[in-house]
Nanobody, 121 residues
Framework: QVQLVESGGGMVQAGGSLRLSCAAS????????MGWFRQAPEKEREFVAA????????YHADSVKGRFTISRDNAKNTVYLQMNSLKPEDTAVYYC??????????????WGQGTQVTVSS
């Protein structure tokens, strides 16, 4: 089992920045990748970014490329999502997730509880 705890959400004005953190514990050695997803009210959950745990290869959704950056600190078992130039449409609950299988797309095995990000215009 892997436990994930997100932090760093909050309210910010458009154009501002936030950094989300996701601390992993448990059988982290079994993880292939970690990702960030988000879900806005009345919308489906969508992929935001992912990073492979060992190689550090990163993937970002087109909607956040150039604004968001995923990174990791293996020593701290923590993944970050730096969000810059935030827009009101970025408002959502952001979830951290971990995946055991090879690849960063598709089903993830473990999920955090989510952290709210609200961007005001």
């Amino acid at each position: 089992q892997v436990q994930l705890v997100e932090s760093g959400g909050g309210m910010v004005q458009a154009g501002g920045s936030l950094r989300l953190s996701c601390a992993a514990s448990g059988r982290t050695a079994s993880m292939y990748a970690m990702g960030w997803f988000r879900q806005a009210p009345e919308k489906e959950r969508e992929f935001v970014a992912a990073i492979t745990w060992s190689g550090g290869y990163t993937y970002h959704a087109d909607s956040v490329k150039g604004r968001f950056t995923i990174s990791r600190d293996n020593a701290k078992n923590t993944v970050y999502l730096q969000m810059n130039s935030l827009k009101p449409e970025d408002t959502a609950v952001y979830y951290c997730a971990a995946r055991r299988r090879v690849g960063v797309y598709g089903e993830y095995d473990y999920w955090g509880q989510g952290t709210q990000v609200t961007v005001s215009s």
